[in-house]
């Protein structure tokens, strides 16, 4: 099993899924193959409805949140189609497993003076602040994804159109509008560089080595608490917070999805039930015993 586990990431990889998505498939299947091997089961016993209810029974009693459950289905699912479309498995075992619903959790975002106080502390770091500054106004005012940011190169910066053309889930490619605040900051931060060529890396660490996604949250981390928020923040958070100011100030649904990179519209309505602002305002307009 363990050959097809390494068989079914290189695939992932070659499908261009993100290395934090890669590894959080890697860990789920790692466990599902421990908890395999410590039964002894065979290939053929594993991928059975009843070791499969086993398993998500003991997952749950690690971890009762219904997300963390259907993390892990869904990675088997992935699996098991794969193993199927390879001729490894002769039948679904899926086709007798319910799967729960997804707990339905708000977007944790900032409000605007938390990201102004976010962006001007990257601009204050002691260390790359040029770098920092153009990381952190690029991210926000196009809402990237932390594997998107990292895989973007010079040349994909069309500073004459103010887009940035971003390579997202499924080697789909987007245009998003860059707003001129990070195109100057972009401006300032390559003309730190020496001899920047457009096929280079946008970001580098401090080696001169490209960013990764790891070292993205390394320094996400170091200025959200220079920032001294009064709440946990990532790197997602400012895509969180892209959206849902942009939604506060009047940007249609269709649009917003289109810029995120969503494939489903459903996903991104979830940020229309979380500007509150906005809803207090409509309501207030709207509601005739409001105003008294």
């Not at 080595?209 to 959200?224: C, E, H, M, S």
Request: with cysteine; charged share 25%; aromatic share 8%.
């Amino acid at each position: 099993m363990r050959e097809w586990q390494e068989a079914f990431i290189t695939h992932l990889k070659n499908k261009n899924f993100s290395p934090l998505t890669v590894r959080a498939y890697r860990t789920a299947l790692e466990e599902f193959v421990q908890f395999c091997t410590t039964r002894r089961l065979t290939n053929e016993q594993a991928f059975t409805p009843a070791t499969i209810r086993t398993f998500l029974a003991n997952v749950q009693l690690k971890n009762p949140k219904r997300n963390t459950v259907l993390r892990k289905i869904a990675t088997l699912r992935s699996f098991v189609a794969y193993l199927l479309r390879q001729g490894k498995l002769a039948r679904n075992p899926f086709k007798l497993i319910a799967s729960p619903k997804r707990e339905k959790l708000l977007p944790k975002f900032l409000s605007v003076p938390e990201t102004d106080r976010l962006l001007h502390t990257a601009e204050e770091a002691p260390h790359f602040a040029a770098r920092n500054k153009a990381l952190f106004e690029l991210m926000y005012s196009s809402g990237l994804r932390r594997s998107e940011v990292t895989r973007l190169k010079i040349r994909d910066i069309d500073f004459f159109n103010g887009l940035v053309k971003v390579l997202g889930k499924g080697n789909k490619e987007r245009l998003v509008p860059v707003t001129q605040t990070a195109l100057q900051a972009l401006k300032d931060y390559l003309a730190c560089r020496q001899n920047p060529q457009s096929g280079d890396a946008l970001f580098l660490n401090k080696n001169g080595k490209p960013l990764t996604g790891d070292g993205l949250a390394y320094i996400f981390k170091n200025t959200a608490i220079a920032s001294h928020l009064a709440r946990r923040v990532t790197p997602h958070s400012l895509r969180h917070s892209f959206a849902t100011h942009l939604l506060s100030n009047g940007c249609d649904l269709r649009s917003l999805q289109e810029m995120l990179g969503h494939s489903s519209l459903s996903s991104t309505q979830v940020y229309t039930h979380v500007s509150l602002e906005q809803l207090k305002h409509v309501y207030d307009q709207a509601h005739p015993k409001s105003k008294e």
